[in-house]
């Protein structure tokens, strides 16, 4: 793989760091991941399905933006772990 040398933008490297404490804060919750590619799927979907959730409430309902930051760090973080989960599989 070829090594690309940028910068990153602050607001990117902000959502890094956001993203990195919503992983620690997965694995510390849920410390047992997917098993299988399905559940992984699964755990994946019911993330997309929050951030869905979030953006319906903020549209029609009290939700805040902060929520839907929240569950997309969330999602974030699922993402990392089936990531991790594939690199070794």
Do not use: W
Request: aromatic fraction near 6%; charge should be negative; proline fraction near 2%.
């Amino acid at each position: 793989m070829k090594t690309i040398s940028i910068e990153i933008p602050e607001e990117l490297a902000q959502i890094f760091d956001s993203s990195r404490i919503a992983y620690i804060k997965a694995i510390d919750k849920y410390p047992n991941f997917a098993s299988n590619l399905l559940e992984m799927c699964v755990i994946l979907n019911e993330e997309a399905g929050e951030v869905n959730k979030a953006v319906l409430d903020r549209l029609h309902c009290e939700g805040t933006t902060g929520q839907i930051k929240s569950e997309l760090y969330d999602t974030i973080a699922v993402c990392y772990r089936a990531l991790i989960m594939l690199k070794h599989a």
